[in-house]
């Protein structure tokens, strides 16, 4: 099975086929699933001196993980001033610490494993119009109270500069953000198990799982 045909898939990174499993074997945590969750949920495992499997029934980043925009974005579907109306500040502030986590971890694995997958740091939300700068202002304003003092806010001479338009006023430049190229960070999380020794192997396609790879550190 091929990646999904997309912009991604058609600039990825060369790779090695990984192996299929073909027998019964043993493991201390056999992980299944190629994606960012699988793959991070290995590497945290194999660090720690667990012996590991990762199984995938289709390619590496086939799902999501592949395909999605590669927006590095501090966020949930809730701004954090939200959040802390409804939940306490105890709640806001566990969440927003998670929020800034899952970037860290993605940045310390491109260092770590020296990925090549376009990295670009920062990220620019935009305003249209005085009233879309108030609420980013105002985002802001909550988050520097939870401690993330990399917003800078931009005026509309400087968003100018970054996006090469009129059409906005003002915008919000997080330099906690970043973009990246999804499928090759997934590949790229992937390759530290094939590419160093410990690597155990099979070829047999499974009715489950066409890929197996094992890793021991």
């Not at 990825?12 to 056999?30: F, M, S, T």
């Not at 939870?146 to 906005?168: K, P």
């Not at 590949?187 to 099979?202: D, M, N, T, Y």
Request: net charge negative; aromatic share 8%.
């Amino acid at each position: 099975m091929q990646h999904v045909n997309s912009y991604y898939a058609a600039s990825a990174n060369e790779h090695a086929p990984w192996p299929q499993l073909n027998d019964n074997i043993r493991c201390d945590v056999c992980v299944v699933g190629g994606g960012y969750t699988g793959l991070s949920t290995a590497l945290f495992l194999v660090e720690a001196g667990f012996d590991v499997v990762l199984l995938e029934a289709s390619r590496i980043g086939f799902g999501a993980s592949g395909r999605n925009g590669g927006q590095i974005v501090n966020s949930y579907s809730r701004d954090i001033g939200v959040i802390e109306s409804r939940y306490g500040q105890d709640t806001a502030r566990m969440l927003g610490s998670m929020m800034f986590e899952g970037g860290d971890i993605i940045r310390s694995r491109i260092e770590q494993y020296q990925i090549d997958c376009d990295y670009r740091p920062g990220g620019i939300f935009a305003a249209l119009n005085k009233r879309q700068l108030a609420e980013l202002r105002a985002q802001k304003a909550d988050w520097e109270r939870y401690g993330h003092q990399q917003l800078e806010e931009l005026d509309a001479g400087q968003i100018r500069q970054e996006v090469e338009t009129e059409a906005y006023v003002g915008a919000l430049l997080d330099h906690r953000g970043g973009h990246i190229h999804p499928l090759n960070l997934a590949l790229g999380e992937a390759e530290p198990f094939a590419s160093s020794a410990g690597v155990s192997s099979s070829s047999r396609r499974s009715p489950t799982s066409s890929m197996g790879i094992r890793r021991r550190w």
